[in-house]
C-alpha cells in the first residue's frame, strides 16, 4: 500500500490530493477513510448503494439494475428519486468541499446509470486485481518468488467475505459469490506457488481466511491443508481434511473429490502415516501414478441431443489407422460444450490411460485466448512431465507431447478453440486416443489435413428445448410437473422468445432462481418488451449476459461484415437474398458475398438451400443493438431507403411479368447501391 500512496503523492491536482486521502475497501465489510479518520457510509440502504457501484470496478451499472439490486421486486414508486439522492450525499461525503449540483470526482453519470472512478490505490479491489495480474505476469515470466510476493500483498487486501457489504438481497448474491471467488482463486494459485518454494506460511492466514469464508469450497481445503503440511502442521492439514469430509457428507451427501483426496495422500506421505483404520476413505485416493480424469462434470439438466450421440458413437465403434477427431462447431449457446462433456464420461472407461480437459478460451479477447505452447504446456503438466523438464519451444512440445501419448488410450476435449493452429500441435499420436473440439466456427483444416470429423451443432428442436427449460425450472425454482403443464403457454413463448438457445433458456432459468417472486408471465413480457425496444437487453434482463456474448463473433469479423451485421435486422425475419443484403449495404452482390461467407462461417448467418440467409432471433436483436450505438440515424434511414426499393422494383418486375396492369406507375430512381 506504501508504494501506491507514495506514486499517488507524486500527482498533482486537487483530484490527486483527494484520492491520496482517500481509500474504500470492499473485500471485507464496506469501510471508507479519509485522511485516516473512518467515515460512516450512511444509512444502510446508502451504504449498500455504494457496495455495489464499488464492486463493479470502474464498470458502469445501470439506475434499472441498481433498482433490481436494491428492491428486488418491491421498487417502490419514488425508487429512482432515492438513488439520486443517494448519490447526490456520498458525492459529498467522498468529497466535502464539493458544491451542490456538481457530479464531483467519484460517482460520474454515464448513460443512465452511474460508474464509481478513481485513480490506483484508492479502492482495495482496484489493487487487488492488479497485483494477482501481475503475479500471473512474473509466474508466466519464470519468476515464482516475485509472483508470490505480488500474491501475499494481493490476499492482505482482503479481511472477509464481500457478503459482508453485498448479500443485503438475494438479487446481489452473483455479485458477492464472483468476488469471493476470485480470493479463492488467488489463494489456491497461490498456496501452490508458496509450498513448491517452502514458504508456507506467508499464505496460511490468508488460506485460514478463504477456508472460514468457503467451508464446502474443496480447492481452498486443499490448498490449506497442503500448506499446512509444508509448515510442518501435519496434525491440523489431517483435521482439515476430516472437517471437510465429515461437512461434504452432512451437507451435500457427496465424498471428497479427486483434489482434497491428493491433498490428504500427500500430508499422509510426508507424515510416513496411513489413513486410519476407523476412519477409511469412502473413495480410493489416487496414487502417484494415477492416471488424469480432468473431465468437468456432466451437466445434470442436459436433455436430447440423440442423433449428435449416436453419430458420435458411431464413429468410435469405426475401426481407424489414426487418432478419431471430431470438431464440433454452432453459433455461441448451442450446446456444443454440454454435448462433448456428456459424450465424453459416458466413453471414458474406455480410455485406460486418462481424460484430458483443457479450456483452450477462443472465446475470450485476443490477448486471452490460450497460446499451443502455453496449451502444450498444461497438458505435458497433466501426464506428470515436472516444470523443469518442459522443453522451452513449441515444436519440441509438440514433440515430446505425442511421445507421451504415443500408443496410449487417451480421451482429450479441447474446449472453445479459436482455429485450426491452436488445436493442430494439440493432437495426440495414437490411434486409440479421441479428441472432442468445440469451437464457434467449423474447423474444414482439420478435416483437410488431419482426417477430423466435422459436426454442426445445431439448436434443440421443441420438445429438447421445453425439456431443458422444465428440467431447469424444477431444480431452480421446485415446480412440479403439474404447476409448469399449467403454464405450457407461456413456457413456450419464453422459449420462443430465446430462439431455443440453450444457453438463453439457462439464463432465463438462473435468473428466475435469483428472483424467487418473479412469476413466468412477466418474464415472458420483458422479453417480449426487450424485442419491441432492443436496449432493454443491455442491463438487467435475463439475456443480457447472453447478448454481450456474441461480442466474440463480432469483434473478429470485417469492417464491412460487421456493418452487414448491424443492418441485417432491418430485413424481413423470414431472410434476405444476397441481392437484398448488397442494396441494405449500398454494395453490389458480388461484393456482399464475401460478408455473408464470412458471417456464415462465423455461425451469425445461416443459409438454406434456396440462398436465403437469416439470423437467430438473438443475433438480430444483438446486431440491432450495436446498429442504434454505431449507425448514424441517416445511414440507417438510407439502408431501410434502398432495401425497400429492392422489394419494391423486384414486385413491380415480378407483376409485369405475370400481367399487364391497366396502369403502369413509374418508381423513382433508385439510390446508389
Not at 461525503?93 to 472512478?117: C, D, H, I
Not at 496414487?287 to 445434470?300: E, M
Not at 420438445?463 to 407461456?490: G, I, M, Y
Not at 435475463?542 to 452487414?564: G, K, M, Q, T, V
Request: glycine share 6%; net charge neutral; aromatic share 4%.
Amino acid at each position: 500500500m506504501s508504494a501506491s500512496v507514495s506514486t499517488l503523492r507524486t500527482a498533482t491536482g486537487p483530484r490527486a490530493a483527494a484520492d491520496a486521502d482517500l481509500r474504500l475497501q470492499i473485500l471485507g465489510p464496506l469501510r471508507i477513510w479519509r485522511n485516516g479518520v473512518e467515515l460512516d457510509a450512511g444509512p444502510p440502504q446508502q451504504a449498500y448503494l455504494l457496495a455495489l457501484l464499488l464492486s463493479r470496478d470502474g464498470r458502469p451499472i445501470s439506475t434499472n439494475d441498481l433498482i433490481d439490486l436494491i428492491w428486488d421486486d418491491k421498487a417502490p414508486a419514488s425508487a429512482l428519486n432515492v438513488i439520486h439522492k443517494y448519490v447526490g450525499l456520498l458525492r459529498r461525503l467522498l468529497e466535502p468541499a464539493l458544491p451542490a449540483r456538481e457530479m464531483g470526482s467519484y460517482l460520474v453519470r454515464q448513460g443512465n446509470g452511474y460508474l464509481f472512478t478513481a485513480r490506483p490505490g484508492t479502492l482495495d479491489l482496484t489493487s487487488f486485481r492488479r497485483l494477482t495480474k501481475a503475479a500471473k505476469d512474473e509466474h508466466a515470466a519464470g519468476r515464482p518468488d516475485d509472483a508470490l510476493d505480488r500474491y501475499v500483498d494481493a490476499l492482505r487486501l482482503w479481511s472477509g467475505s464481500t457478503a459482508d457489504a453485498l448479500a443485503r438481497e438475494s438479487a446481489a448474491t452473483g455479485l458477492h459469490t464472483a468476488l469471493d471467488g476470485e480470493f479463492h482463486e488467488a489463494c489456491c494459485a497461490a498456496a501452490d506457488l508458496a509450498v513448491a518454494l517452502n514458504q508456507s506460511s506467508r499464505v496460511l492466514p490468508s488460506l485460514r481466511l478463504a477456508a472460514r469464508m468457503a467451508p464446502l469450497h474443496e480447492h481452498v481445503q486443499a490448498g490449506l491443508a497442503r500448506a499446512l503440511a509444508a509448515d510442518g502442521q501435519q496434525a491440523e492439514a489431517l483435521a482439515v481434511f476430516r472437517a471437510t469430509r465429515e461437512r461434504l457428507a452432512e451437507e451435500l451427501g457427496i465424498d471428497p473429490g479427486p483434489a482434497l483426496q491428493e491433498a490428504q495422500r500427500k500430508v499422509l506421505s510426508q507424515t510416513g502415516a496411513s489413513a486410519p483404520d476407523h476412519e477409511p476413505l469412502d473413495t480410493p485416493v489416487p496414487g502417484p501414478d494415477a492416471q488424469p480424469a480432468q473431465l468437468p462434470p456432466a451437466l445434470p439438466t442436459f436433455v436430447g441431443r440423440g442423433r449428435e450421440l449416436t453419430f458420435l458413437a458411431d464413429l468410435l465403434s469405426e475401426v481407424r489407422t489414426s487418432p478419431l477427431i471430431v470438431a464440433m462447431d454452432g453459433m455461441g449457446g448451442v450446446g456444443k460444450s454440454a454435448l462433448a462433456t456428456r459424450f465424453a464420461h459416458q466413453v471414458a472407461d474406455r480410455f485406460t490411460d486418462g481424460q484430458l480437459y483443457l479450456d483452450l478460451r477462443g472465446d475470450c479477447a485476443d490477448e486471452d485466448d490460450l497460446s499451443a505452447g502455453d496449451a502444450l504446456r498444461s497438458l505435458l503438466s497433466s501426464l506428470d512431465v515436472p516444470e523443469g523438464n518442459i522443453p522451452a519451444t513449441l515444436d519440441a512440445r509438440t514433440g515430446a507431447y505425442r511421445s507421451l501419448t504415443a500408443r496410449k488410450r487417451i480421451l482429450v476435449v479441447l474446449d472453445n478453440a479459436r482455429d485450426v493452429a491452436q488445436v493442430r500441435p494439440l493432437l495426440p499420436n495414437s490411434t486409440g486416443c479421441l479428441v472432442l473440439v468445440t469451437s464457434r466456427t467449423p474447423l474444414v483444416g482439420l478435416a483437410v489435413h488431419d482426417g477430423a470429423h466435422l459436426l454442426h451443432v445445431d439448436l434443440p428442436d421443441l420438445p429438447s428445448a421445453r425439456s431443458l427449460l422444465r428440467r431447469r425450472l424444477e431444480r431452480s425454482r421446485h415446480l412440479s410437473a403439474a404447476e409448469l403443464a399449467a403454464q405450457a403457454t407461456t413456457l413456450d413463448e419464453i422459449i420462443a422468445r430465446c430462439g431455443r438457445l440453450p444457453l438463453a433458456l439457462a439464463s432465463v432459468a438462473g435468473w428466475l432462481s435469483s428472483r424467487p417472486r418473479r412469476s413466468l408471465a412477466t418474464v415472458a413480457n420483458e422479453l417480449r418488451d426487450g424485442y419491441e425496444r432492443p436496449t432493454s437487453f443491455s442491463g438487467g434482463s435475463p439475456l443480457s449476459d447472453l447478448l454481450s456474448a456474441f461480442e466474440w463473433s463480432y469483434r473478429r469479423l470485417s469492417p464491412e461484415a460487421a456493418r452487414l451485421l448491424r443492418l441485417f435486422p432491418l430485413t424481413l425475419s423470414a431472410g434476405a437474398t444476397a441481392g437484398a443484403c448488397a442494396s441494405l449495404c449500398g454494395t453490389t452482390p458480388a461484393a456482399v458475398r464475401a460478408s455473408l461467407r464470412e458471417l456464415t462461417l462465423a455461425t451469425l448467418l445461416e443459409e438454406d438451400d434456396r440462398g436465403v440467409y437469416s439470423a437467430h432471433v438473438l443475433v438480430r436483436a444483438y446486431g440491432h443493438e450495436v446498429s442504434l450505438a454505431t449507425d448514424s440515424t441517416p445511414d440507417r434511414a438510407a439502408a431501410v431507403t434502398r432495401l425497400s426499393q429492392y422489394y419494391a422494383r423486384g414486385d413491380s418486375h415480378t407483376a409485369g411479368l405475370l400481367e399487364a396492369p391497366p396502369v403502369r406507375s413509374e418508381l423513382p430512381p433508385p439510390l446508389a447501391g
